[in-house]
DNA sequence: GGAATAGTTAAGGCAGGACTTGACTGTCGG
DNA sequence: CCGACAGTCAAGTCCTGCCTTAACTATTCC
């Protein structure tokens, strides 16, 4: 099957970073500027660029100059690659338990 | 809120290398043993039972030594730790969509 | 215009992660 | 018992990823 998804790669690398899923949750709940986002993390601006960028090549984040601010907004469609990649190992998993069927479950 | 999630970090972590993924994908077929895994990876026998270790310790994998062969098994449960967390992103999101209601629909 | 604001870029430091090698343990087949 | 097999452990190398600082650009406000 090949299973060829819009490769989850960069998305999975960019949700491993704890700061970065602060972002996305952040970012949950709507809109903000990068000045927002750095607020409440413990580092540069600098570095929560960086993080953006990450995010943004991930396709999480889509973000807009508006004047000197840029707006950043979370991109949900994207996640839902996520979803389809476990959804995908649990389905085959699962086809094999069928096959497997009830036999092994006596032996707890 | 808090959000408490049973620490979708290792997970997310375990995840996030490729070749943790492939073994994730070759045991969504069926348990297997370390060498089997191995096989078709382009490394040493001993960076294989490094990255089982990390799947392991986030509890996606579980294994049994049975003789001198280890039997690697796939946990699904786990996956479920993910689908949340990314289900909570969602919820939040398209919450926060309908309460702005249809008005920004119009400029599309 | 000039100062403060918001972001961008580049360089470098440092720690952690991925992989290797080599020595070692335990197990199976003959 | 002995060799081959499957895995384990410990160092050590190398490279990437996260973050910093510093200099620079583009806006906004007075």
Redesign the interface.
């Known amino acids: 099957m090949l299973?060829q998804y819009p490769s989850?790669?960069p998305v999975?690398?960019a949700?491993?970073d704890?700061t970065r899923?602060l972002i996305?949750?952040r970012l949950?709940?709507?809109p903000a500027s990068v000045k927002q986002l750095a607020a409440p993390l413990p580092m540069s601006l600098a570095a929560v660029m960086q993080h953006l960028q990450v995010l943004e090549r991930a396709g999480l984040v889509k973000s807009e100059k508006r004047g000197r601010t840029r707006v950043c907004e979370?991109d949900?469609a994207r996640?839902d690659t996520?979803?389809a990649w476990?959804a995908e190992?649990?389905r085959?998993?699962?086809r094999?338990y069928d096959r497997l069927g009830e036999i092994l479950k006596k032996e707890t």
Chains 1, 2 share one sequence.
């Open positions: 299973h989850i790669d999975l690398q949700l491993a704890p899923r996305v949750e949950g709940e709507g979370l949900v996640l996520l979803d476990i190992r649990k085959t998993w699962e094999r």
